[in-house]
């Protein structure tokens, strides 16, 4: 959106003005004035933005301000660009003359454009007040499928389970959540008007909510059950009485259909006799969190998608009336387009009649079998295109329903390749270097990065495909559906965000790529690139191809002279032979990922990308030697590898303040003077010989740092216990919060330092990270801890007090064949136990653990926690 361009450009203009002054020499001033026009432009974008009807005059103002922000960056980067190359300071005139005009000519009228446009809302909003109300767009009710439901059985039943529990002692509310087009509405009349509900439930309300919510009618609708006489002249708190007094006996069922906010339910909800234990409410919602809040004591119903049989079973349903009457012949290509609609009963139904389309004309079944191949191809964009993009439309209610500093990230996920695994990381990593996020009080740009993600993931637009043990998210994916209305709203005539290149007979013209803000090319990419490109005005190449790809060193050339003013370059589908020293020309780079088996050395003239913030290098080689001073980038936030990375031996610069990620540091690199410059590291790694370490006074002054990661690759050296002796009581940082250690063989009585580490919460140990026969926990230690995993460790006792581990929710071991039991005092807040390659004792204690759980889930009736103990056991445990 406009508000986060201008801040992004805002951003860079105030990080100049502090940090790179003789950059700008002779035209400091022109920049601050040019400051000062931003800030008030990004004023009046905030403060239309509060506006409750923003008119569809200032959407194009936020347009033409778009453009004039990109104007005004490609303007000062190309003038920044030519100044590094040529290394002439009379360049600094020319940059002044420039960023005058660049006022004179763009921002200054823009800013009066926009404070006329906020003064016709505010007068518009004015006259609004006492009288009419601005016209909203308003979504009528879905029609609700009543044939051809498919699938959802476990998911009924579960559901009503739920409605029909008498154990409620005040009003219960069930709340089903899901994406669009999943099935929520279908999925609740199907109980709604099942035959048990009917017989449970003698009184039944639907209400449809929707987006457009209005309190007073809804209670209307509400008292149409129990009443035929027009209530309207009512007021809405008279009316909220009448609902409540109608629904204070006797069983009743409220079905609300499509709730958008807390705020709705809790309008809502004021008017339901919450101790009237006979009454059920069933929401249905996009939203997570109206679940969560609508009853904080159930976790909401998330809705699964259709497997690939129940696909093909609604497909037929659509297509024939009924199952298994095809012909054999539309058999493979029926699953297959079946498959294609990734679980989504919607796009089922929608390819359904196209299908039916060419089905129901009289033709040979090989003509109508090369009629669906072609549907085939492409479903998700058949889906869109088939009658008035009905499928889009639903998508776009949740994207107007989006923050406006949400809907760039949003759109942003059209980037990926179909069916594309993509790691949170990266995801937002980009997000930050393309200058979506923007800066909050209290929260640094990761922080509020991982919130945008996870509120997408909440309101079903994201689905998750991966977690770590702690429940973070790892690996997301975007649906079809989700990913083409992305991409339709991308484009130069919408927002500019990015455009896919495809190579195909219609390959657009270099005029038109030109004009392309951020290029993603998932195919094809030599063919693209022997066509010499230029004077792109492209500020990202993307590439995310599903299987590594060699580039020679010739076509990074053609990119970094055709796209100079590169922020983004995400290249890790290429695997080069050697390092592409053209990349350091891209000095306005911001995140860059290089993919190099061999690469070893990192040059000093990395250091030339002075705005480089995210450095990823996936080489299988050890180390890492990097021979730029990286406290000379002092935009520079994480680098990443699984190399251990050598620094140099006289390594100067102020920089180091805004570093954050260290994956992989040599042992002899960690020593006081690195730590005291990156003093905000949150994420080190040490990989290599770990009795090298110095000790752990060298972090005493990481005071953030929330994950450390020791990892020895070399041989067994009883001197690696030296380093684990150093860490005394209360040495580490007092914001560590996860621990890993690996093929260290420290010796066992040690664990108890670690048991000290106040704030630990995850503690992961591999690969003989400790070693002998018998671990005791006698201390009362690990008081935080929630998550242990060990991995290949040769232990074979395992004793614990009960007053150890009071927190662990998560044990998972794994090659800990000798172990003979695990302790049963671990079982009083455990919730998940997950054995792999464990000895049969160690087993059968997990099954007594097991057993103790499910006790005292019977006495309780599950209040203990007991209810939700899960055990996993690998084959080939008992």
């Known amino acids: 959106m406009a508000d986060a361009a201008v801040g992004f450009l805002l951003d860079s203009v105030t990080e100049l003005l502090k940090s790179y002054v003789s950059l700008i020499s002779s035209a400091e001033d022109e920049f601050k004035n040019l400051r000062k026009d931003l800030a008030m432009l990004k004023g009046y974008l905030q403060d239309a933005a509060k506006e409750p009807q923003k008119k569809e005059s200032f959407r194009e103002v936020e347009r033409q301000i778009r453009d004039v922000v990109y104007y005004a960056e490609d303007t000062i980067d190309t003038c920044l660009t030519e100044r590094s190359r040529s290394k002439i300071l009379k360049i600094g005139i020319s940059l002044a003359k420039q960023v005058k005009a660049l006022r004179e000519d763009k921002v200054i ?21 006492g009288g009419e109300q601005p016209l909203v767009k308003q979504r009528k009710a879905p029609s609700i499928r009543k044939d051809n439901v498919v699938g959802f059985e476990d998911e009924e039943k579960t559901l009503m389970g739920y409605l029909l529990d008498d154990q409620a002692e005040e009003l219960d509310v069930i709340s089903i959540i899901g994406m669009p087009g999943l099935g929520k509405t279908t999925l609740a009349w199907k109980i709604f008007d099942g035959p048990d509900i ?71 909800r004021n008017a339901l006799p919450t101790n009237n234990s006979l009454g059920r409410v069933l929401i249905t919602s996009r939203e997570k969190k109206v679940g969560l809040h609508a009853n904080p004591h159930r976790e909401p119903h998330m809705l699964r998608f259709l497997t690939e049989e129940e696909s093909w079973k609604l497909l037929q349903y659509e297509v024939f009336g009924r199952l298994d009457s095809y012909p054999p012949q539309l058999e493979e290509i029926g699953q297959y387009i079946a498959k294609q609609c990734d679980g989504l009963p919607l796009a089922a139904v929608i390819i359904g009649g196209i299908l039916t389309d060419q089905f129901s004309r009289p033709r040979a079944v090989s003509v109508i079998k090369e009629a669906w191949t072609k549907v085939s191809e492409n479903v998700s964009r058949q889906v869109k295109d088939y009658k008035g993009q009905n499928i889009l439309e639903i998508v776009e209610m949740s994207y107007d329903n989006l923050p406006d500093e949400f809907r760039d990230c949003f759109i942003y996920l059209g980037v990926f390749p179909e069916d594309y695994m993509i790691p949170a990381w990266t995801l937002t990593h980009l997000w930050i270097s393309e200058g979506f996020i923007q800066r909050r009080e209290g929260l640094s740009l990761e922080e509020s990065a991982e919130e945008i993600l996870n509120e997408l993931i909440s309101r079903n637009l994201v689905m998750v495909d991966k977690t770590n043990l702690s429940g973070d998210v790892k690996i997301i994916r975007v649906h079809d559906v989700i990913r083409e209305f992305c991409k339709s709203r991308a484009g130069v005539k919408e927002h500019n965000l990015f455009e896919e290149i495809i ?57 970094s002279d055709a796209c100079s003013l590169l922020r983004v370059f995400e290249s890790k589908s290429f695997k080069f032979h050697q390092f592409p020293a053209k990349v350091t020309k891209l000095i306005h780079l911001r995140y860059i990922t290089l993919s190099c088996d061999e690469l070893n050395v990192l040059p000093k003239t990395i250091s030339e990308l002075w705005n480089l913030q995210t450095l990823v290098v996936d080489t299988k080689s050890r ?68 009795d090298l370490f110095c000790s752990a006074k060298s972090l005493e002054n990481v005071e953030s740092l929330e994950n450390l990661k020791l990892v020895n690759d070399s041989y067994y050296d009883s001197a690696t216990e030296n380093v684990l002796r150093s860490f005394q009581r209360n ?36 690969d003989n990270a400790f070693s002998g026969k018998k671990w005791e926990v006698f201390d009362g230690g690990f008081r935080s801890l929630d998550i242990l995993l060990i991995v290949n460790a040769d232990f074979i006792f395992w004793e614990a007090s009960h007053d150890s581990f009071p927190s662990l929710r998560c044990l998972v071991l794994k090659n800990c064949q000798q172990l003979r039991r695990i302790p049963l005092e671990l079982e009083k807040s455990l919730q998940l136990l997950d054995i792999e390659r464990v000895g049969k004792s160690a ?10 759980k499910k006790d005292k889930a019977t006495q309780t009736k599950g209040r203990c926690g007991g209810a939700g103990f899960k055990l996993e056991v690998a084959p080939g445990c008992e």
């Open 109 to 129: 009228p823009m800013l009066e454009t926009a404070r006329k446009a906020f003064v016709d809302i505010q007068r518009a909003e004015g006259s609004n007040k």
């Open 503 to 559: 190579m195909s007979n219609d390959y657009p013209p270099i005029s038109d790529i030109q004009m392309y803000r951020r290029i993603c090319i998932h195919s094809h990419l030599p063919t693209f690139l022997s066509k010499k490109p230029k004077d792109l005005r492209a500020r990202s190449f993307l590439c995310f191809y599903k299987e590594p790809i060699d580039l020679p060193a010739t076509y990074i050339s053609t990119i």
């Open 731 to 766: 040495s580490f940082p007092k914001k560590l919060r996860r621990l890993t250690i690996s093929g260290t063989f420290f010796d066992w009585t040690h664990m108890s330092i670690l048991g000290t580490i106040e704030n630990l919460q995850v503690l992961k140990l591999k």
């Open 198 to 268: 009917r017989y449970e439930f003698p009184t039944r309300i639907w209400i449809y909510v929707s987006q457009v919510f209005n309190k007073k009618d809804v209670f209307l609708n509400i008292m149409k059950r129990f009443t035929g006489n027009d209530m309207s002249y009512l007021s809405e708190q008279e009316l909220a009485g009448a609902v409540s007094e109608s629904l204070k006996n006797g069983k009743f069922l409220l079905v609300l259909d499509d709730v958008w906010t807390p705020e709705a339910w809790n309008e809502i």
């Open 843 to 852: 087993a059968a204690s997990a099954r007594e653990i097991e057993k103790i």
């Open 623 to 690: 180390t890492l030697t990097i021979k730029a001073s990286l406290w000379k980038m002092i935009q520079l936030r994480h680098v990443k590898t699984k190399a251990s990375i050598i620094l140099p031996v006289q390594d100067e610069g102020r920089g180091g303040d805004n570093l954050q990620t260290l994956s992989r540091l040599s042992p002899e690199e960690c020593t006081k003077n690195i730590f005291n410059k990156a003093r905000n590291l949150k994420i080190l790694g040490v990989r290599g010989k770990i």
